[in-house]
């Protein structure tokens, strides 16, 4: 498995931006598509973005199209969620999460296709 800790949450009021981050550590980056999760209070963890190894494709959830944008950078390792023209729906703890199988894209809305976790960062949108 690999070790993934995200950051950049915090509380911002409706209409803001944020970036969330998440560094991976302990596989070959640039091998494993990335995903980013989200949990609502009360609400089952639904998927938001993903995005292939090489960053050539991405995925994004009809309720954040083209409002969020998910990115990396395998020279760094990181995977980054960018957030605009936020929601209060857009309230939950957000999650990243490493595909179990490299060199893969299919069914990247699957939760089962992921087999490592982030601890989760924390997104508070205020009206």
């Known amino acids: 498995q690999v070790q993934l800790v995200e950051s950049g949450g915090g509380l911002v009021q409706v209409g803001g931006s944020l970036r969330l981050s998440c560094a991976a550590s302990?596989?070959?980056?640039?091998?494993?598509?990335m995903g980013w999760f989200r949990q609502a209070p009360g609400k089952e963890r639904e998927f938001v973005a993903a995005?292939?190894?090489?960053?050539?494709?991405?995925y994004v959830a009809d309720s954040v199209k083209g409002r969020f944008t998910i990115s990396r950078d395998n020279a760094k390792n990181t995977v980054y969620l960018q957030m605009n023209s936020l929601k209060p729906e857009d309230t939950a703890i957000y999650y990243c999460?490493?595909?179990?199988?490299?060199?893969?894209?299919?069914?990247?809305?699957?939760?089962?296709?992921?087999?490592?976790w982030g601890q989760g960062t924390q997104v508070t949108v205020s009206s």
């Open positions: 999460a490493c595909r179990g199988e490299r060199f893969t894209n299919y069914n990247y809305a699957d939760q089962r296709r992921y087999d490592s």
């Open positions: 302990g596989r070959t980056f640039s091998h494993y598509a």
């Open positions: 995005i292939s190894w090489n960053g050539g494709n991405t």
